[in-house]
């Protein structure tokens, strides 16, 4: 008989004369994410499975994440206790214009709905964000081929929708591996319209796209439109390890790409998946710096660096032998 490795963790255990102890859930906290989403609906009510990984026609909604409450956080509304983050409501409609700030996330490569909205969510709970939290959810699937033309074709409703929102609010924008091939291909075009939208930050994370092409052509075009571009870089994300053509952008593996349009930081030290681990003392994240990018405040971890007259920074990680 075939037994889980829990069981027999457990079982080696007990013949240990140890009580193991497992990690009691923590109250939790709801964030609601509005989006906007280029899949097909299923057919089922349950969240988890409310949209698929076809293309549909544009949608939009708001989506309940309920994630583990860290009481660092100091006082919040809690719910029933749980040890993850888990999409636990749908409602498809009109998301009213945010006044204010508003973050809108753009997931990356082989990303369904469900971990799309847990990842937009947890990164608005992890940096403090007071403002609307919105998702950009593209129809990614599971082979990169497909995505890589999907991305390019999304670029055109996420364009829409980030001009509506930036008439009533702030609007940062955060692209993941992928995403920001999404958000750059919605953006190249809104830089000839007249007159040009102006938004606030644009945060690439491990971006997938064309460095060449993004530091020589579609990044002078974009980067009028924000108050600043940051891309964060690292040499761990695999998924940026599939082109040997074209070097990624955020990909730091042999060096990083520095230009005077846009803040380079090498996140090769720290977690840069944006799957809350900003409060782990032991595992960094990309997210800590993220959150006081957004606040305007000190960015501490951060460490200068030179290639001949140009400046880059690197974030620092954990300790070595911390188990990051």
Do not use: K
Not at 106 to 113: C, I, N
């Amino acid at each position: 008989m075939l037994r889980s490795p829990l069981a027999l963790a457990l079982a080696a255990a007990a013949a240990a004369g140890c009580r193991p102890t497992l990690e009691p859930p923590r109250p939790s906290v709801d964030v609601e994410v509005g989006y906007v989403t280029t899949r097909e609906r299923t057919g089922t009510s349950d969240p988890r499975r409310f949209y698929g990984p076809r293309v549909g026609e544009p949608e939009r909604g708001r989506a309940t994440v309920r994630l583990p409450h860290d009481p660092r956080r100091g006082e919040r509304p809690t719910g029933p206790p749980v040890r993850r983050s888990t999409l636990v409501a749908i409602a498809p409609g009109e998301v009213p214009p945010a006044e204010g700030d508003e973050l809108v996330f753009v997931h990356g490569h082989d990303v369904t709905f469900p971990d799309a909205a847990r990842r937009g969510a947890q990164l608005a709970y992890d940096v403090g964000f007071e403002g609307r939290t919105s998702l950009f959810a593209w129809a990614s699937g599971s082979t990169y081929g497909t995505d890589d033309v999907r991305a390019a074709r999304s670029g055109e409703v996420l364009a829409g929708w980030l001009l509506e929102r930036a008439r009533h609010a702030r609007v940062h924008v955060v692209a993941h591996s992928l995403g920001a091939r999404v958000v750059v291909a919605g953006l190249v075009p809104l830089a000839t319209t007249e007159p040009a939208p102006h938004f606030g930050e644009l945060i690439l994370v491990a971006p997938d796209v064309d460095a060449d092409e993004f530091v020589e052509r579609t990044g002078p075009r974009i980067a009028p439109l924000f108050d600043r571009v940051t891309v964060y870089a690292s040499s761990n994300e695999r998924a940026l390890h599939h082109d040997f053509e074209a070097a990624a952008l955020g990909d730091a593996e042999n060096g990083v790409r520095v230009d005077a349009r846009f803040e380079t930081i090498d996140a090769s030290a720290v977690d840069t998946s944006l799957l809350g681990h900003a409060l782990d003392p032991h595992r960094r994240s990309v997210v800590t710096d993220i959150a006081a990018l957004l606040a305007g405040g000190p960015r501490p971890e951060r460490m200068e660096q030179r290639i001949g007259r140009a400046t880059y920074w690197t974030l620092e990680g954990p300790p070595l032998g911390d188990g990051r």
